[in-house]
């Protein structure tokens, strides 16, 4: 059993930074291809960044290309998301997901994820 949980989130000016965090217990979370989704109030979930197993691929929503990084750390276990020139379109629940899929590009949609963190709330003011 995988079981994750996301950090980082809270209150930022627009223009600001912010970067979360994506850890696990249980298994390492090495084993798994990662990505990271959002949900906005009144809007569906939608798919932000993605980055394979092996670190050597990683995809991104357009509208997040040049703003938004995803990597991830192996020897501690995390995998992270910063985003700069944050704006308040950006405000969302935030979620990190992993899937055992190493799908090339690991642009990944929410069926393909097997398991599913809490969540972190980000709220972009103006």
């Known amino acids: 059993q995988v079981q994750l949980a996301e950090s980082g989130g809270g209150l930022v000016q627009a223009g600001g930074s912010l970067r979360l965090s994506c850890t696990t217990s249980?298994?390492?979370?090495?084993?798994?291809?990662v990505g990271w989704f959002r949900q906005a109030p009144g809007k569906e979930r939608e798919f932000v960044a993605g980055i394979m197993r092996s670190a050597l691929s990683t995809y991104y929503l357009d509208s997040m290309k040049g703003r938004f990084t995803i990597s991830r750390d192996n020897l501690r276990n995390t995998v992270y998301l910063q985003m700069n020139k944050l704006k308040p379109e950006d405000t969302a629940v935030y979620y990190c997901?992993?899937?055992?899929?190493?799908?090339?590009?690991?642009?990944?949609?929410?069926?393909?994820?097997?398991?599913w963190g809490k969540g972190t709330l980000v709220t972009v003011s103006s």
């Open positions: 997901a992993a899937t055992e899929r190493n799908k090339w590009p690991p642009q990944y949609y929410e069926y393909e994820m097997d398991y």
């Open positions: 249980g298994r390492t979370l090495n084993d798994y291809s």
